[in-house]
């Protein structure tokens, strides 16, 4: 799980913006199922497919990350990070979230020890739609996360 947490991290650290939908199974009509399939995809190293659940600033940053761990790691590296997750994902099914109007924060659970995602995600809806918008921490180091 702890690799599951740094991926999480890493992602929202790299990518703290916003994103759209794509092949995948999220229903983005409820905040709860796009902040799953947003954890799934960021520690499945499906970058791209977790940038189009993001918009603004978010998708952009998981576009920059995908092309930096393109470049970097490889295809070992990425088989290897990959099935340190798979264990932890059969515990990622629920996720609460806190909704106001069109904005939510969530947490998405679990891991073998039931532990919540350390970080809120935040989200947004847009036109019947929720996007991963996570705030980007300002230059005086305020906001954010």
């Not at 970058?47 to 470049?71: I, P, R």
Request: charged share 30%.
């Amino acid at each position: 799980m702890k690799s599951l947490y740094i991926l999480v991290l890493a992602a929202i650290v790299l990518g703290s913006s916003s994103c759209g939908t794509g092949k995948s199974k999220v229903n983005q009509k409820k905040p709860e199922s796009v902040a799953i399939g947003f954890i799934k995809h960021i520690a499945k190293l499906e970058l791209k497919d977790a940038e189009k659940l993001c918009m603004g600033e978010t998708k952009q940053m998981l576009g920059l990350a995908s092309e930096m761990m393109n470049s970097t790691m490889s295809a070992e590296d990425k088989k290897r990070a990959i099935a340190e997750a798979e264990e932890d994902l059969k515990y990622i099914k629920k996720a609460d979230c806190n909704v106001d109007g069109n904005k939510a924060t969530c947490k998405v659970c679990c891991n073998d020890k039931e532990e919540w995602t350390p970080e809120d995600l935040v989200l947004e809806k847009v036109d019947g739609k929720w996007f991963i918008n996570m705030p980007m921490p300002n230059k005086e180091g305020g906001g954010g996360f």
